[in-house]
C-alpha cells in the first residue's frame, strides 16, 4: 500500500488552551504534522502545546508583536498569511493545510484518515482540497477543555456564505503560494487544480456562551487590522451584539451525521455545482434570446403591417391615376388636340 505523503498543517492560535490539545492530537491522528504559530496568546495555549512537541507537534513558533513595544497587540492575518506563505516554502513536507485551532478536518471517505485521503487526492492527480464548513453550537452539556469536542457538540449549521471557499490545503509547487490575496481562504499557485469533492471540516469556533463573549468581545473584534476591515476580511463577528445570544444569527441547528454529510459531499461536488450554475446561466440565456425573437417578431408583424398598407396605398393610386388618365383620354378636348400634338411631335417638340 502506498504510503501517504509527508503533510504539515500551519496551525494559527491564540488563547486557544481549552482545544489545542484535541486539535493536536486529532491532526496527528489523521497522519498530519503540526507546526505552530503562537500570536501573543496569554493563556496556557503554549505551555500545552510545548508538552507535544515531537508528538504531533514538528515546530513551535512565537510570533513577535506587529507594534511596538507598550501598544496593545494587534491582530494581523495578512503577517501571519506570509509568514504561513513562507514556511510552506521552507519545510520538509509535500502537503500543507492552512489551518486554525478550533478547526477539525477530515475525509470524506470515513474508510481513509486525512492523511490517506490526500494520499488518493495526489495520486489522481490534485493538487489542492476545498473543504466544506459545518459550524458547531454548544449545547446544554459543558464542554471539557483538552476533550474531543466532538463528544459534546453534536448539532452544527452550514457555514456562512463568506466561509464557503475554503481551498486551504495544496500539494508544495515550484513558484511557492499566495494566501494573503484571499486572506487565507483560496490558495493560488500555478497550476491549481481542485480535487472536486468537498471534505469536511467541523468548525468549533464557541465553545460556550462565556467562551464567545470572551473571544468575541475581549480577545478578538477590537485588535482586527483595521486596514484588514477595511478590506472587506474579519466579518465573522458582524452583527453580534453584546448581551444577545451568539449563535442564534446561525439559524437552525441540525444533528451532525457524518455518513450522510460524506455522501452529500460526493454528491454535490464542485463539478456538480459548475455544471448547475451553468444549466442556469444557459437557462437565463435562453430566456433572453426568446425575449428577443418576440421582440423581432413583433417588429417583422408591424414591418409586414406598414409593408401591406404602402402596398394598399400605391394601388390606390395606381388605380387614381389610370381613372384620371381614362377621364382625360375620353374627354373632348383630348380628341380636338389630336393633330395639334402629332404636328408638335413632327416638327421635333417634346
Not at 476533550?147 to 452550514?158: E, G, I, K, L, T
Not at 499566495?178 to 472536486?196: Q, T, Y
Amino acid at each position: 500500500m502506498t504510503s501517504p505523503p509527508r503533510i504539515i498543517a500551519l496551525v494559527s492560535v491564540y488563547n486557544e488552551a481549552d482545544i489545542i490539545a484535541a486539535s493536536v492530537d486529532h491532526l496527528s491522528a489523521q497522519g498530519v504534522g503540526v507546526y505552530l504559530l503562537d500570536d501573543g496568546s496569554t493563556d496556557d495555549t503554549l505551555s500545552i502545546a510545548r508538552t507535544r512537541l515531537g508528538q504531533g507537534i514538528v515546530g513551535i513558533e512565537e510570533l513577535p508583536s506587529p507594534g511596538p513595544p507598550g501598544v496593545p497587540r494587534q491582530f494581523s492575518l495578512s503577517r501571519i498569511l506570509r509568514r504561513k506563505e513562507e514556511l510552506a516554502r521552507t519545510l520538509d513536507a509535500e502537503w500543507f493545510i492552512n489551518q486554525d485551532a478550533d478547526e477539525f478536518r477530515e475525509s470524506p471517505w470515513p474508510h481513509l484518515t486525512l492523511a490517506a485521503a490526500i494520499g488518493l487526492v495526489d495520486r489522481l492527480g490534485w493538487n489542492a482540497i476545498d473543504f466544506e464548513v459545518l459550524n458547531f453550537v454548544p449545547e446544554a452539556e459543558e464542554y471539557r477543555p483538552g476533550s474531543d469536542p466532538a463528544q459534546a457538540f453534536h448539532r452544527c449549521v452550514p457555514g456562512a456564505a463568506f466561509d464557503r471557499v475554503q481551498v486551504r490545503c495544496w500539494k508544495k509547487p515550484p513558484g511557492g503560494v499566495d494566501l494573503v490575496s484571499s486572506a487565507g481562504h483560496d490558495v493560488a499557485f500555478e497550476g491549481r487544480r481542485v480535487f472536486p469533492i468537498r471534505f469536511p471540516m467541523r468548525h468549533y469556533p464557541i465553545r460556550s456562551e462565556a467562551h464567545g463573549r470572551r473571544k468575541v468581545f475581549q480577545e478578538r473584534r477590537d485588535r482586527f487590522d483595521p486596514a484588514e476591515r477595511s478590506a472587506g476580511w474579519h466579518v465573522q463577528y458582524d452583527g453580534v451584539v453584546e448581551g444577545e445570544p451568539l449563535i442564534t444569527r446561525w439559524g437552525p441547528a441540525v444533528e451532525f451525521d457524518r455518513d450522510a454529510v460524506a455522501v452529500g459531499l460526493q454528491l454535490r461536488h464542485r463539478i456538480v455545482e459548475r455544471l448547475v450554475a451553468q444549466s442556469a446561466r444557459l437557462a437565463l440565456e435562453g430566456q433572453r434570446l426568446r425575449g428577443e425573437i418576440a421582440s423581432l417578431r413583433d417588429a417583422l408583424q408591424k414591418g409586414d403591417d406598414r409593408a401591406r398598407a404602402a402596398e394598399a396605398s400605391v394601388r390606390h393610386l395606381q388605380e387614381e391615376l389610370a381613372r384620371r388618365l381614362a377621364e382625360v383620354f375620353a374627354s373632348k378636348s383630348w380628341r380636338i388636340t389630336a393633330p395639334l400634338r402629332a404636328v408638335w411631335r413632327w416638327l421635333g417638340g417634346r
